[in-house]
T-cell receptor
């Protein structure tokens, strides 16, 4: 399985942008890049996903490098509620390869 | 409201006493899955089901059983629980399996302690 590498932890100030990096140098052409996050005492929740182009939704933006070997999740204005563990996951496009394989993720702390 | 529900949310039991954790989704999803989460080990998949009567092992299936008799329900069965199955369990579902663009929806979790 293609693996991802994320920093163990990051800190941010409230109302400032946050850039969460993810390296995936062994990504294949059919791997989608997914981001999930897990708030304290809750189950993981979907944030965003993309293949090649940058993506935006109401929660975040996903910037994907041209060679696809890395990506960055961007929270435009961090709030205290964004404090969570963020997981970068590669999902392949068929069969059981579509299972989510969680790594250790990045624990984001947001300071008021 | 679209959701995945789990019951019970908290359970303390003793070694060897059979238990079932229920999972139900109201989104007509084909795919359902069970994970356990342990400190330092993260989330690991136990079993998954691509549709009714179709189940398969995940990464850590030992000591667990599942069944998928109806589309909405995917119970996790521990026939003889042991202390190493003390963990936080999550159920998840998605519309289809094998489609890497699908979103997975997670339940609120079941915290199980086996004494």
């Amino acid at each position: 399985d293609a693996k991802t590498t994320q920093p163990n932890s990051m800190e941010s100030n409230e109302e400032e942008p946050v850039h969460l990096p993810c390296n995936h140098s062994t990504i294949s052409g059919t791997d989608y890049i997914h981001w999930y996050r897990q708030l304290p005492s809750q189950g993981p929740e979907y944030v965003i996903h993309g293949l090649t182009s940058n993506v935006n939704n109401r929660m975040a933006s996903l910037a994907i490098a041209e060679d696809r070997k890395s990506s960055t999740l961007i929270l435009h204005r961090a709030t205290l509620r964004d404090a969570a563990v963020y997981y970068c996951i590669l999902r392949r496009g068929w069969g059981s390869q579509g299972n989510l394989i969680f790594g250790k993720g990045t624990k984001l702390s947001v300071k008021p | 409201e679209a959701q995945v529900t789990q019951n019970p949310r908290y359970l303390i039991t003793v070694t060897g006493k059979k238990l079932t954790v229920t999972c139900s989704q109201n989104m007509n999803h084909e795919y359902m899955s069970w994970y356990r989460q342990d400190p330092g080990l993260g989330l690991r998949q136990i079993y998954y089901s691509m549709n009714v009567e179709v189940t398969d092992k995940g990464d850590v299936p030992e000591g667990y059983k599942v069944s998928r008799k109806e589309k909405r329900n995917f119970p996790l069965i521990l026939e003889s629980p042991s202390p190493n199955q003390t963990s936080l369990y999550f159920c998840a579902s998605s519309l289809r399996q094998g489609v890497s663009t699908d979103t997975q929806y997670f339940g609120p979790g079941t915290r199980l302690t086996v004494l």
